[in-house]
């Protein structure tokens, strides 16, 4: 009895405190399946070509949310424009020609990942090295040299430790042999899959030394013998090998990318200086030409689902604004570029932000909130919630309170472990806030089948799902604007 009494009472005082604001649920009533719906049959269809960033899809995309923005008469807050360009590079798959003596290598004789311009054809002597031991290094001279010698096959090919050690050195060019012909092969495929289409912020420098991967075959061939006679002057004997002769060139290719986020403002009252950050990225992969059939990525979830999750939030903020529900802190809606890419457009906002990032309370992003992952098959609506305790114990604590006020969904924490071996937190764009010491939250639905594929479709999203959860981004921004004080950072972060 008297436990039941006790459990009463507590269950009241959590009525009381938790008590729903009306406003808040009537303009989260505005997040509705049909809306969500009808922008994202726009957004995710054929017509938009996978939204790559740079190509014409990505354009159409940025076009549609900004008039959406306009539409809805938030400001444009970039000189009156709602695009912020980000400059990109792209850089094309470098031009490779090795030479020894005259006989030019095949390209399937080596592997190439790129490297340094050399501005034209180098020709330097070739040394031996064997397998790069203390004692061979000790023995040959390789500074500004070209240096031939064989990876350690028990570490990683890329990170080899004989080809840090032959660096330092001051090696100018490492033909590194790849004993195992299997190691070879995955590198060969590996190269091929890696030319072309990388984009970044920094326009593409030389810098590391080259180095090119040889199979046993053309490491023979480059001294004019074979790699069984070669191998024979180990240790101290590697010496006597007399150099040969090689001639290379690497000319890398550089181009622009134009790409822009898209930036709606919508002002606050009392503490306008202050902003809430709603992000989501509206680029996606593109097309995939060597995919069997369907050959466009829709991102239908990764994420479509996120950026009409923005334009949403933005409609029932602006609607609340023009009733007379102004949020006393203002909110900029934010949809970024080059996510797949590399995280470049919300890395280049908080490199070049339009509001002062000492002033940006919160950032509240969201990638993939469309669909289940195998784990959730059955379970109650949810969502995956990830870094809302890392910065600010305050973000947690209301994150949590205005679920179970409101929308109720079951947070799943599973990503948010620091240990979790996918590292989800450092993932999508809320990085790049995160790294300033602004508090985030990151809502996301988990890795499922049609992920990066052009199985990623509108018909497969789930728009009751979709809809409450973007409720509950938006509840949880209602309080952040709404509250008196700003949140707390109190913990480090990581
Ligand atoms: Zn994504």
Redesign the pocket.
Known sequence: MKKILLLGLWATSIVAFAQQNPAAVKYAATITEKNLKDDLSILASDALEGRETGKRGQKMAAAFIAAHFQDLGLKAPVNGSYYQPVPLYGSAAPTVTIKTGTTELRADEYVSFGGSDTGGPVTLPLVYLGAGTAEELAKVDVKDKAVLVALDPTASMMRNPTLTAVREKGAKVIFAIVEKAEDFQRFSGMARNFRGGGVSLRKPAGGAPNAFFVSTETAGKLFNTTYDKLKKSAGAKVAKVKPAQVSYSVAVSAYEVKSENVLGFLEGTDKKDEVLVITA?YDHIGISPNAQGDKINNGAD??GSGTVGVLALAKAFAQAKQEGHTPRRSILFMTVTG?EKGLLGSEYYSENPVYPLDKTVVNLNI??IGRRDPQHKDSAPYVYVIGSDRLSSELHTLSETTNKTYTNLLFDYTYNAEDHPDRIYYR?DHWNFAKKNIPIIFYFDGIHEDYHKPSDEVDKIEFDLLAKRTQTVFYAAWEIANRDGRLVVDKAGK
């Open positions: 990225h990764d994420d996510e990638d993939m999508s």
